[in-house]
Nanobody, 117 residues
Framework: QVQLVESGGGLVQAGGSLRLSCAAS???????MGWYRQAPGLQRALVAR???????NYVDAVKGRFTISRDNAKNTVLLHMNSLKPEDTGVYYC????????????WGQGTQVTVSS
């Protein structure tokens, strides 16, 4: 079972930037990968995803501000977040997209992002 470990979160002022990193314990080169956010009081939801060939897709709320990338050789997925807004606050997780089967047991602890106004 591949384990996923997220890092890079923190407290930042509105307009600031953060870079999140997701390290997988095994190969993820054949998987579409996604970054998910769980905002306070809400369910976890996808914010960005990247295919095996590098094509990306974002929810409207983060388009133009977030960039997802991957390094298959290092089994890592990154999320560069710019022009952060208070509504970006939440715990960020990475996982495959969609999360099915045994990948449901791969959720990590996530990394907290807090954006102050």
């Amino acid at each position: 079972q591949v384990q996923l470990v997220e890092s890079g979160g923190g407290l930042v002022q509105a307009g600031g930037s953060l870079r999140l990193s997701c390290a997988a314990s095994g190969s993820i080169s054949r998987n579409v990968m996604g970054w998910y956010r769980q905002a306070p009081g809400l369910q976890r939801a996808l914010v960005a995803r990247i295919t095996t060939s590098g094509s990306t897709n974002y929810v409207d709320a983060v388009k133009g501000r977030f960039t997802i990338s991957r390094d298959n050789a290092k089994n890592t997925v990154l999320l560069h977040m710019n022009s952060l807004k208070p509504e970006d606050t939440g715990v960020y997780y990475c996982n495959v997209f969609p999360v099915v089967g045994i990948w449901a047991r791969s959720w990590g602890q996530g990394t907290q992002v807090t954006v102050s106004s």
